[in-house]
């Protein structure tokens, strides 16, 4: 298990050394570069010695080729220093953090969302296969498939709006915004978090269906399924005791691939809800030629999406000792 | 199989042959049959995928057509006619009388205590709607100059089916225009995705080894990042001075970035469990080369199931070109696709005054789906022989 485990975290470095380099070619893609702007801007508001200035170039390494300015980029990220934002004045640390919380936040209850309301009907759909209701789900999933996450988010809005008569823009309510974390404060969070939620939840929705469906149907096909059945065991029990549990276990391997499209469902529920996460944080940065806000959300967006693969894969090889002693070989 | 017993009552009533001769025939028939023969026979009882493509047809005649089938110029605005609601196409007036030919009344524009645009209908103004008439003028593909379009009523009448923007632009012409884009952009990217999925995942699956090894790492690791913002990133990075044609072409190879990757990993797949099929070995001991045995053996053998595939990323494809252009750093205006209209139903007070803005959404879905339908059609047609 140990083998296992630091195979995988050796095999994480080439990745993410991939994706710095990726995120740094963004911060680096608009023309001009970006430390003569601020310095610009800071002469403007008054002027600043010479020495601040060549300071400013060379902790950038400015006038050096792009490599030494990556190193000195990433070696810096790895420290927790990620840049400074020109827009915001602060550094890109401080504006992140918190909301890539929200972020996460956002992102793992839609998770759990997806799970709760798809594997019910996906192991309904497929104990009563080409029925009725088998037909309903697989139609109403791809419905939820074909509508891109940023419309369902306005139309949610709209009929929020109309029948609910709740403004659902936001994460808090006005009276909570600035106030201290109270149990009325999460209430109110909670209901913010509905939409979002479901929203982001229902794209991957359709998919978790089909697939859990297409599992259960493969393990209710299984000798052992009809020896059981032989022998007495109620039909419900035994279904889900044995093949649902098999049936689950590649949604577990799988976390790492529905993260990417999470992290990006999210980004643009965050921006048509105008939610306080790091979505809309990020359009803005784009918008705004603030590369190193942009550039440290790609970073970050890409490692937790290696991350929570890492762990998907662990929890797997728990589960599953077939996978546990293929890898350690 | 089912086909060969429904189309057997076919053979008999035509030839007054006997059921069993018959029969024998159309097991002959199926045999021989080539197999896009058997592929497109297996597609069409496929429903749903069959009208979906018909649906794809219709809508890449929008493509080719646009102007034709647009009954205003789409960048035309109409300012006394602004904000207007979708029209009604009538048949009966206001008296109860039957037109045999549908109309619309006029309208005029009034503004309400709070300063909001509202119409009312004119009913002494009608105005026919009529087939092939003569129009804004327009050059079909820059080549041939008319002024025909598929329906209209006169250069004054409100005909607005869908409504109009805030700047009274004609919201059904600007929907068949974006489709140009939106539809195009799709099918570009896919065969962008296509000839670098087929070329990279051939060589990885074919070579093999530590080839083999290094672009499936590679895969892997761009199929880890969040496409999104990725996609974000590098079209926010192209110039705003830049022509519509090129940020086109740009927006399209930043969708294949990420799309190719699906592709090869497909190709390489079917690459692996062919190499070791019969036939290939068969080949090979008759001495053909590497060459002639991918182009001749391999790829056709798979080529089927490769086109299903690419059928259903599309999808992802249009989708992402909409959302990109909705969040106003993919297509920008003057250009017009689908996402650059959304654009206008951004926030929840515009689509409570004007909620038809959100109509090109309804399209966004019809194009989806539909893609969707026919590439589930189109893979369990590919394998004929199943």
């Known amino acids: 298990m140990l083998q296992f485990i630091v195979k995988r975290l050796l095999f994480m470095i080439p990745t993410l050394a991939v994706i710095s380099i990726i995120s740094y070619i963004i911060i680096e893609l608009p023309p001009g570069d970006y430390v003569t702007t601020y310095i610009n801007t800071l002469m403007e508001a008054g002027d600043i010695p010479d020495h601040v200035i060549e300071n400013l170039r060379h902790q950038y390494g400015l006038n050096q080729p792009w490599y030494v300015r990556y190193w000195k980029w990433i070696t810096r990220f790895v420290r927790g220093d990620m840049g400074y934002s020109l827009a915001w004045h602060q550094p890109v640390r401080d504006l992140i953090g918190a909301r890539l919380l929200y972020s996460l936040l956002i992102s793992f209850s839609a998770l759990m969302f997806t799970w709760v309301v798809a594997f019910p009907i996906g192991i309904y759909s497929a104990v009563k296969q080409y029925s009725v209701g088998d037909y309903v789900f697989t139609f109403a999933g791809f419905l939820g498939l074909a509508i891109p996450n940023f419309l369902l988010a306005l139309i949610l809005m709209y009929l929020s709006y109309r029948y609910l008569d709740t403004g659902v823009g936001g994460l808090f309510s006005q009276e909570y915004t600035t106030a201290p974390w109270s149990f009325a404060k999460a209430i109110d969070l909670l209901k913010h978090l509905a939409i979002p939620m479901i929203v982001v939840g229902t794209a991957g929705t359709a998919g978790t269906i089909r697939v859990m469906r297409a599992n259960l149907l493969d393990e209710l096909q299984k000798p052992y399924v009809m020896t059981a059945r032989a022998k007495g065991l109620q039909y419900w029990k035994l279904v889900l005791r044995y093949p649902v549990r098999l049936a689950l276990n590649p949604f577990i391997s799988t976390v790492g691939w529905v993260l990417p499209s999470l992290i990006a469902g999210e980004t643009i529920v965050s921006v048509v809800l105008a939610l306080p996460t790091a979505g809309p944080l990020f359009l803005q940065a784009l918008l705004e030629e603030d590369m190193y806000l942009a550039g440290s959300f790609v970073m970050l967006a890409a490692s937790l999406t290696v991350i929570g693969t890492l762990l998907s894969d662990i929890l797997l090889a728990i589960i599953d000792p077939r996978i546990r002693y293929e890898g350690a070989t | ?386």
């Open chain 2, 1 to 386: 199989m089912d086909m060969s017993k429904s189309s057997s009552i076919d053979a008999d009533s035509r030839t007054g042959l006997t059921l069993e001769e018959a029969d024998d025939e159309v097991e002959e028939a199926y045999y021989l049959a080539p197999p896009l023969v058997l592929t497109w026979r297996k597609f069409r009882k496929h429903t749903l995928a069959v009208i979906s493509a018909v649906a794809l047809i219709i809508l890449y005649l929008f493509v080719f057509f646009a102007e034709f089938f647009a009954p205003f110029s789409p960048h035309e605005r109409y300012v006394e006619y602004a904000e207007a609601p979708p029209q009604r196409l009538r048949f009966f007036d206001s008296e109860g009388h039957f037109h045999w030919r549908p109309f619309v009344y006029g309208a005029e524009q009034q503004m309400d205590a709070k300063f909001r645009r509202t119409y009312e209908t004119v009913e002494n103004e009608m105005y026919a709607v009529r087939f092939f008439v003569h129009g804004a003028p327009y050059k079909l593909w820059g080549l041939f100059a008319t002024d025909i379009h598929l329906f209209g009523a006169g250069e004054e009448a409100p005909l607005f089916l869908l409504g109009t923007d805030g700047h009274g632009r004609d919201l059904l012409s600007r929907l068949i225009f974006g489709t140009r884009l939106s539809l195009s952009i799709g099918l570009l990217g896919v065969a962008l995705s296509f000839v670098l999925g087929i070329i990279i995942g051939g060589v990885s699956g074919y070579f093999g080894g530590i080839v083999d090894t290094i672009v499936q790492r590679l895969i892997e690791i761009l199929r880890a990042f969040p496409s999104l913002p990725l996609w974000m990133a590098l079209s926010a990075a192209l110039p705003a001075n830049w022509s519509i044609v090129r940020v086109y072409f740009f927006i399209t190879l930043i969708l294949s970035i990420l799309g190719w990757t699906g592709m090869a990993r497909v190709v390489r797949g079917k690459f692996l469990a062919v190499r070791e099929e019969a036939f290939v070995k068969a080949a090979r001991l008759s001495g053909a080369s590497t060459a002639w045995i991918i182009r001749k053996h391999l790829v056709p053998s798979f080529m089927s199931h490769i086109i299903a595939v690419a059928t259903l990323s599309v999808p992802a494809m249009i989708i992402g070109e909409t959302t990109l252009s909705f969040l106003g750093v993919g297509l920008r205006s003057p250009a017009i696709s689908w996402g650059v209209l959304l654009q206008d139903a951004q926030n929840i007070r515009a689509i409570i005054r004007l909620p038809w803005l959100l109509l090109p959404a309804v399209l966004v879905i019809i194009a989806v789906l539909a893609f969707n339908f026919v590439g589930d059609g189109l893979r369990d047609a590919a394998d004929p022989y199943h």
